[in-house]
């Protein structure tokens, strides 16, 4: 499954070039690179201000959203209830699952929990 990501302060694109080598396939894609898609993504983004999905990212799902499997979203802890709301308002926009919410660049476990759900589709 390919990753594809928007990132504006870089925690993002960090998190999924590391599910990427983890994963040992294809580089993660970002939005900018990501306009022919062959198969299905996993998308991942930030979350805008107090809990909105970022301009590029509701850009891009316009056009690709037909192969969008799941979501993640960073955010920063001090947001409360609107902690990586981005994945939650994706999520029910769209039909797909809130793979993580993740604070910031995310930690090991989120990459785990990542991983294992990345692996239950190959499966």
């Not at 799902?61 to 308002?89: C, I, K, M, P, T």
């Amino acid at each position: 499954m390919q990753l594809v990501y928007d990132s504006l302060t870089g925690n993002v694109r960090r998190f999924a070039e590391d599910l990427a080598r983890q994963l040992g396939g294809p580089p993660a894609l970002a939005m900018r690179e990501a306009q022919h898609l062959p198969g299905d993504y996993l998308l991942l983004t930030y979350t805008f201000g107090t809990g909105g999905v970022p301009a590029s990212t509701q850009a891009f799902l316009q056009q690709h959203a037909a192969r969008l499997r799941g979501v993640v979203s960073s955010g920063s802890f001090h947001w409360g209830q609107n902690f990586a709301r981005a994945a939650d308002v994706i999520a029910g926009q769209y039909g797909v699952p809130v793979v993580a919410k993740i604070n910031k660049a995310g930690s090991a476990a989120n990459r785990v929990q990542v991983l294992e759900w990345i692996g239950e589709r190959r499966a």
